[in-house]
């Protein structure tokens, strides 16, 4: 019995190989897994933080025009200048942005 149960566990491990050498292909980064780890690394190489970041990753990620992140930074610390928070903070970059790409 115990000799029967042991070939029994050993088919079953050889026939469970292929199943994990196909799970770590499917491990394989997506694009947008990609795209997550290049945008974070960039933002780490600039040194953002806080709201100047989760701007800077929005449009990252979002694959805007890398002139996008350069008006969002500039818009974030006009706001900062004039101390707005919350959906007035959040109006006033949405419209800053919108001025700025319609100025190119």
């Known amino acids: 019995m115990k000799?029967?149960?042991l070939a029994l566990c050993s088919l079953a491990c050889i026939g469970l190989a292929p199943v994990a050498g196909a799970?770590?292909?499917a491990k394989a980064p997506t694009p947008q897994q990609e795209r997550m780890k290049n945008c974070n690394k960039e933002a780490g190489e600039k040194?953002?933080?806080?709201?100047e970041r989760k701007g800077f990753m929005k449009t990252c990620l979002?694959?805007?025009t890398?002139?996008?992140?350069?008006a969002n930074?500039?818009?974030?610390?006009?706001?900062?200048?004039?101390k707005l928070a919350g959906a007035a903070k959040?109006?006033?970059?949405k419209k800053c942005e919108a001025d700025s790409q319609a100025a190119k």
């Open 62 to 64: 979002s694959g805007k």
């Open 47 to 51: 040194g953002l933080k806080g709201d």
């Open 90 to 93: 959040a109006s006033f970059i």
């Open 66 to 70: 890398a002139d996008a992140p350069a």
């Open 3 to 5: 000799k029967m149960l």
């Open 23 to 25: 799970a770590d292909a």
């Open 73 to 82: 930074a500039e818009c974030q610390s006009k706001a900062a200048e004039k």
